[in-house]
């Protein structure tokens, strides 16, 4: 076993976390569909998305733990005679048990992307709950309504509706995600800060980790889209 093997095998599972990552995010998507036809969050559907989560929560949680302890372990071997390789992976496997013993299911419930599951689907029950209340108490304007929906849907730097609408925890503005992310990265490969793009913001330091996919809003779209007659793009 070489080093440099290792390492190769460090950047396939930390690419296999993205896909984890990703994974969530469709779970997240199709919870938020569940609450919306059935106009509860106390679904056994429901429950059982909540359980796949945890489930990738800790797969994830598992392939950190296994990470950590091939690079705490390889970095010491740099600093000892080459014939430690062989109890490389003695040495990882009881760094792994130590650093999983300490793991428990409150850590899973931390997980962000878990976090944000159930904070979506409790913020689009509540907004669908306010939203039935208002169509009974009153009649909006339909063409004001739809103004305002379509300029909250309007991504600062695209000017066209959000397809993946991310927002930043910082500042809480709203972006197209893929829009946001090119301009993050043009801006660091030239060694500059990426300043929020909403007119007046005082943010200064747009970074990657700052933004989170708001699957809330992205139903809203999809709805509005349907409401409006135009093809949806999935």
Known sequence: MSLSSVQSTLSNLKSCQGDIEAYMDVVSDVALGIVEAEGTTDSPAL??????????????????C???????????VRHQ???AMFNLR?????????????VS???LQRH?????????????????????TENEEEELDDDIAVT????NFICPLTQVEMVNPVKNKKCQHYFDQEAILEMIRARHRNKKKCRCPKVGCGNTDVQESDLELDFVMKRMIQNHKRQSGKNIHL
């Open 112 to 132: 962000t992307k878990v976090i944000a599951f159930k904070e979506s689907i409790r913020k689009y029950a509540m907004q669908a709950s306010q939203a039935a």
């Open 66 to 76: 296994f990470v950590g302890s091939v690079e705490e372990m390889t970095a010491q």
């Open 105 to 107: 299911d409150v850590d």
């Open 90 to 102: 003695a040495s990882v496997k009881d760094r792994f048990s130590h650093l999983m013993a300490g």
């Open 81 to 83: 005679p080459p014939d």
């Open 47 to 64: 429950k059982k998305l909540e359980k796949m989560m945890l489930q990738c929560s800790e797969l994830d949680r598992e392939i950190n």
């Open 148 to 151: 305002q929906s379509q300029t």
